[in-house]
């Protein structure tokens, strides 16, 4: 069954060319692959386009990378939940730093998302947001300072205290919720050092997509993900 279980790695394809089409398939293969040598817990978020293809194809977990807060209708250009529930897909990011959305507009997608029985992911961009985002009741929220992504400068790294507050002030609103984290996170010690501060997984991008041995790059990232599951708090 495919399911998001901590701790785990999720893979934004973005719009890259190189996660774009065939190329995305590819991608979610590799994914696979690791997850299924190391035992690792690996999803991946191609472009709406590519979910019906890849989730037909591929054993891990499949996400959209956005959803708007609309019902099915008259909404040009719009991506449903029930569209990304038709293709395969077993929830959603949303409110990323490029994709953001108003807080009632969240609030929305939580409860469609819920009640189709998908899984959400909201970002935030401060321990204080994603401390008022935990009170809409996501299972997940990911932490990302937006100036680190894209940077290969690892929040777990350079801005460790990001998320042991994000980490604090989540508990004291819903102790529920599963805290990852994202940007900059490029190497295995960038997720085991993640970990080590209490997250439960991580959301990359860059660092694998336009690795040149995306296969190399995720398998370094997993065995982070190993090592850091070994020695969480």
Known sequence: MKVLEPPLIIVNFK??????????LELAKRCEKVAKELRVNV???????????????????????????HPPGAYTGGVTVEAIKEAGAVGTLVNHSEKRLRIDEIDE?????????????VCASTPEVAASLSALKPRFIAIEPPELIGTGRAVSKVRPEVITDTIKLIKQVNPEVVIICGAGITSGEDVEAALRLGAQGVLVASGVVK????????????NGLLRGAKSRP
């Open 211 to 222: 690795a040149k041995d995306q296969e190399g790059a995720l398998k370094d990232l997993a």
């Open 109 to 121: 997608v939580v409860k469609r998302a819920k009640s189709a029985g998908l899984e959400v992911i």
């Open 15 to 24: 719009t890259y060319l190189e996660a774009t089409g065939r190329r995305a």
């Open 43 to 69: 999803a991946v978020a191609p472009q709406a386009v590519d979910i019906a293809v890849i989730a037909s194809s591929v054993s891990i977990p499949v996400l959209a990378q956005h959803v708007d807060p």
